[in-house]
């Protein structure tokens, strides 16, 4: 099964390039199959990582920016693979 974590924070105006830095040098504790990181508008960053594990499985997921980095607490989510 495939499984996909995604995280969002919202940078504090005029950060979003230091969140996304942050983000960028942000080391997991295992490799997972694939990772993105995403940007939009507001310094928004998103960050999705591609797992070949179960749904609940304990994986590494990033952690919490400093709070003078972020407007607000990270949202995260986790999907499952479905096929085409």
Not at 23 to 47: I, S, T, Y
Not at 48 to 56: E, H, L, P
Request: aromatic share 8%; hydrophobic share 50%; glycine share 6%.
């Amino acid at each position: 099964m495939t499984v996909a974590l995604m995280w969002e924070a919202r940078a504090v105006p005029g950060r979003g390039g230091d969140l996304l830095a942050w983000a960028r040098a942000q080391r997991l504790d295992a490799e997972p199959l694939r990772r993105e990181v995403l940007r939009a508008p507001q310094d928004r960053v998103l960050v999705i990582t591609w797992w070949d594990a179960a749904y609940d499985a304990d994986l590494p997921e990033l952690p919490e920016p400093d709070a003078g980095l972020v407007t607000r607490a990270v949202h995260r989510w986790r999907f499952e693979s479905v096929g085409d």
